[in-house]
């Protein structure tokens, strides 16, 4: 066992529903084993203006069922400096906190390493609902998101039916298609636009609109990853080439909030008592990651540096049930 006493916790970079059960889990586990436990509001930013707080037991109360993070998150320009890591870890040091969990995406392991190499232990949690961290097969809020998701294109497939019409729902996902692919398959859409594959081929997509209704389809829905973009315009092209009306819908943030559905509670709990466990061995510089349906980890720099697409069985069933 490490000599390990006072941990900190941080969420960073966009938030994610089930970050607030991670960050319940951390408190709880580290408490329960004997560490003290200090949050860490703002991300990085909050890092460097020092604000952390003492967490104790009910600091976590009520929250596993609460979309959004307790501790707040930000992005930080300082913090990519060599300075603002310097004045970081100095600060940890300071509140003597010799291990640190980060809640958050890529650029926020990136981070963490650095605060790794300056001597503060620190293990990395999977916090993302874009699904584009490429050592895991799972990241928390990605369930809750394309739940949310999924509910939005059904309700919108009612009025869309109801006016038979075209419409285009825009989902999230940064320059990655998973939430498009999960969304577009698991709601039946017509056409799914994934970034890994889209090929602009749009007089496909208005031949396919045309044929549709031709066939008695009452409607057209398009679910569209926001890394290919252009939902407006697109629907203005389509409308304009097809004489279908066709609405375009962004779902935006919406697809953040709300409560965590209980996969994201559970694993995001099954993570903070890993990380937990890491620090508590003297592990640093990890990230903890699902493979295979088991909980690993791995070193930060060999996780960074992996690559992932999405699955070609999915990107199959997505062309192959929107034909
Ligand atoms: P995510 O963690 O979701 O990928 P960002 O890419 O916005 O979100 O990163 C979150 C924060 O992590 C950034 O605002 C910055 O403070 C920190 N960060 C990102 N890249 C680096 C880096 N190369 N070095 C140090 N800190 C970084
Ligand atoms: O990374 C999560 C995410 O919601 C992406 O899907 C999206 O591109 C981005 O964050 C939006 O960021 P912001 O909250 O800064 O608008």
Redesign the pocket.
């Known amino acids: 066992m490490a000599d390990i006493k006072t941990i900190g916790v941080l969420t960073?970079?966009?938030d994610a529903p089930g970050m607030n059960a991670a960050v319940r889990a951390v408190v709880r586990a580290g408490l329960a084993q004997g560490l003290n436990v200090k949050g860490i509001y703002r991300?990085?930013?909050g890092l460097l203006n020092e604000e952390i707080q003492d967490m104790d037991a009910h600091s976590v109360s009520d929250i596993i069922e609460r979309g959004g993070t307790i501790l707040y998150t930000?992005?930080?320009?300082?913090?990519?400096t060599e300075e603002?890591?310097k004045k970081g870890a100095e600060i940890l040091k300071k509140h003597g906190i010799d291990g640190v969990v980060v809640i958050?995406?890529?650029?926020?392991?990136?981070?963490a390493?650095?605060l790794a190499a300056l001597g503060i232990n620190t293990i990395g949690l999977p916090?993302?609902i874009d699904l584009d961290i490429a050592c895991t097969d799972y990241t928390i809020g990605f369930d809750t998101a394309v739940n949310t998701a999924m509910e939005g294109i059904d309700r919108i497939r009612d009025t869309s039916s109801s006016h038979e019409r075209c419409s285009i729902i825009e989902v999230m996902g940064r320059t990655a298609g998973y939430i498009a692919a999960v969304c577009g398959i698991s709601t039946g859409a017509e056409d799914i636009l994934l970034p890994e594959t889209y090929d602009y081929d749009e007089a496909r997509i208005i031949e396919h609109v045309i044929q549709g209704f031709k066939n008695g389809k009452k409607h057209h829905i398009i679910v569209n990853a926001e890394g290919v973009g252009d939902s407006e315009a697109m629907a203005k092209r389509i409308q304009a080439a097809t004489g279908i009306q066709t609405r375009a819908t962004i779902l935006g943030h919406l697809q953040r909030g709300g409560s965590p559905t209980a996969r994201d509670r559970f694993i995001a709990s099954m993570m903070g008592v890993k990380a937990v466990e890491l620090l508590l061995e003297g592990k640093s510089n990890r990230v903890v990651a699902m493979k295979n349906g088991a909980l690993v980890d791995y070193d930060m720099a060999e996780a960074l540096a992996m690559q992932k697409t999405i699955d070609p069985e999915w990107i199959k069933a997505s062309k192959l049930l929107t034909r």
């Open positions: 960073s970079g966009g991300g990085y930013a930000a992005r930080c320009m300082e913090f990519v603002g890591q958050g995406g890529d650029g926020s392991y990136k981070g390493g650095k916090g993302t």
